[in-house]
Nanobody
Framework: QVQLVESGGGLVQAGDSLRLSCAAS????????MAWYRQTPGKARELVAI???????RYDDSVKGRFTISRDYAKNTVYLEMNSLKPEDTGVYYC??????????????WGLGTLVIVSS
């Protein structure tokens, strides 16, 4: 019943900005963390940014100073503001949430991903 849906990806040029969104829907109890991961062919999925229930965030070194993760607690939504995009930022961005469902069972959920392509 719990579902994560990403949006906001697209094709942009280096130096442009994008804002990704991920909305969690369904019968949700509590969300502990929400995060953005990135994956490209031939490489492992890597953590880009994560934010916890106290709005404490962490970033991969490659995006520090350029990306900002935030949450809308009322809407169960996480955002990733991406500025000064580089070709190396290209990939499929996946939303991840560590949460409890309506029955208070805790597990992680994944979205299906949204594609970001940054051309040079």
């Amino acid at each position: 019943q719990v579902q994560l849906v990403e949006s906001g990806g697209g094709l942009v040029q280096a130096g442009d900005s994008l804002r990704l969104s991920c909305a969690a829907s369904g019968r949700i109890g509590s969300i502990f963390t929400m995060a953005w991961y990135r994956q490209t062919p031939g490489k492992a999925r890597e953590l880009v940014a994560i934010i916890d229930s106290a709005s404490i965030s962490r970033y991969d070194d490659s995006v520090k100073g350029r990306f900002t993760i935030s949450r809308d607690y009322a809407k169960n939504t996480v955002y990733l503001e991406m500025n000064s995009l580089k070709p190396e930022d290209t990939g499929v961005y996946y939303c991840n949430a560590d949460l409890t469902n309506h029955e208070l069972m805790r597990r992680e959920y994944w979205g299906l991903g949204t594609l970001v392509i940054v051309s040079s």
